[in-house]
């Protein structure tokens, strides 16, 4: 199956800074990238949508300045979290589809973020 | 808006045993429904994807069925083993492969 790469797998930042989470299609092209967000015993819940070369379009609720996300290239979508706070700990997952995925959606392995 | 329900929450059984795990949505009008693995920590793994026009799908020791018209899709699991034990969650899919999650059904087998 198609393999999406998702980097790092955790990190641990003081409040006030920024965390870059990188999300790369390995064998695909990935027109399409979901990015969601998971606490602890809950579902995943969609932040937002990204088509490559476009702006992102958020989900009801998600701060666009605050998560800012780039889908620069049909391999990669980067998500960007802005002046973190504590609050913002949780677990990222990204995933991604293309032309060649038979509508089938490939996820990556998830970012835990911590904010100190 | 779609809501997705999955039952139990919870489940612990001996090894060997068959089960079946529950998922409900709320909205008929679906594009399909997957169902995934999740272990701590990662992310997650698509065991089966059923169509809307589909009534089940079959991997292996996996089954899944879909019964559109009443909102509801089974994942039944034969002679489950301790490797099984995961999270399935339960995701139905809507144009341009939007998924709405349900909560998960965490799955203990006991060797």
């Known amino acids: 199956g198609a393999v999406v790469s998702q980097h790092p797998s955790w990190v641990i930042c003081k409040s006030g800074t920024s965390v870059k989470i990188e999300c790369r299609s390995l064998d695909f092209q990935a027109t399409t990238m979901f990015w969601y967000r998971q606490f602890p015993k809950q579902s995943l819940m969609l932040m937002a949508t990204?088509?490559?070369?476009?702006?992102?379009?958020?989900e009801q609720g998600v701060e666009k300045d605050k998560f800012l996300i780039n889908h620069a290239s049909l391999t990669l979508s980067t998500l960007t979290v802005t002046s973190a706070h504590p609050e913002d700990s949780s677990f990222y997952i990204c995933?991604?589809?293309?032309?060649?995925?038979?509508?089938?959606?490939?996820f990556g392995s998830g970012t835990q973020l911590s904010v100190l | 808006k779609q809501e997705v329900t999955q039952i139990p929450a919870a489940l612990s059984v001996p090894e060997g045993e068959n089960l079946v795990l529950n998922c409900s949505f709320t909205?008929?009008?679906?594009?399909?429904l997957q169902w995934f693995r999740q272990d701590p920590g990662k992310g997650l793994t698509s065991l089966l994807l059923?169509?809307?026009?589909?009534r089940e799908q079959t991997s292996g020791r996996l089954n899944a069925s879909l019964d559109k018209s009443s909102g509801r899709s089974t994942l039944y699991i034969a002679a489950s083993q301790p490797g099984d034990s995961a999270t399935y969650l339960c995701a139905v899919g809507a144009s341009g492969s939007r998924l709405t999650f349900g909560e998960g059904t965490q799955l203990t087998v006991n060797p």
């Open positions: 990204s088509n490559e070369g476009s702006k992102a379009t958020y």
């Open positions: 909205d008929s009008a679906i594009y399909n």
């Open positions: 059923i169509q809307s026009s589909q």
């Open positions: 995933s991604a589809y293309g032309p060649n995925t038979n509508e089938k959606l490939f």
